[in-house]
């Protein structure tokens, strides 16, 4: 018969330690002469890279405050220009509110004149502007009765005023005089731009 092989067999306890564990002290002893060596050059590296790039960074800044320096007297002799400008905004600034606010008279005088026939001939107009509205006052004279009928239906018929009334008539040697109250209505009236 032939010899059998004789098996090996390794019988390992992994739970039995074979020799004296290390101590947590040795064990960082040698982590720090292996591993934390590495660690501590890289350290001293990115310390040496950011005193590096301070010094680089302090030359920027002063070459950037130099150049800042050198530009303010240029800037500075400029501010006469600059207060002139700054005028001239609120001067506009103005005028367009202003602009805004008011009524556009001459389309207000057109109206009326569109309305007023041949034969009335208005004496006087005042305008007052109140909020929302102007206050017109129309005083005139005229021969045909029929035509200062025509004038106040027209001035009615109108959608930019309102509240036409005829304030006052009387008749002096064959002429008829008489006073028209109306409000125009700013916001019929459209805005202009400058």
Request: net charge positive.
């Amino acid at each position: 018969m032939p010899k059998s092989k004789p098996t090996l067999t390794l019988k390992l306890n992994l739970l039995k330690p074979q020799g004296n564990p290390e101590k947590l002290p040795v064990k960082l002893i040698h982590w720090l002469l292996s591993s934390g060596r590495y660690i501590f050059v890289l350290v001293n590296g990115l310390v040496l890279a950011a005193f590096v790039a301070r010094f680089a960074l302090d030359a920027d800044l002063a070459s950037r405050k130099e150049a800042i320096e050198e530009q303010i007297p240029y800037i500075e002799s400029l501010q006469p220009y600059e207060i002139l400008i700054r005028e001239t905004q609120l001067k506009l600034s103005t005028i367009d509110s202003i602009k805004k606010s008011s009524p556009d008279w001459s389309l207000v005088l057109k109206k009326i004149a569109d309305q007023t026939p041949t034969s009335v001939k208005i004496t006087s107009i005042n305008m007052e502007k109140s909020i929302g509205s102007a206050m017109i006052h129309i005083t005139g004279q005229t021969q045909i009765n029929t035509d200062l009928t025509n004038f106040i239906s027209g001035l009615k018929e109108d959608n930019t005023f309102s509240n036409v009334n005829l304030t006052s008539i009387g008749l002096e040697q064959e002429v008829i005089k008489f006073t028209i109250d109306a409000s125009a209505k700013l916001m019929n009236l459209g805005e202009k731009s400058i």
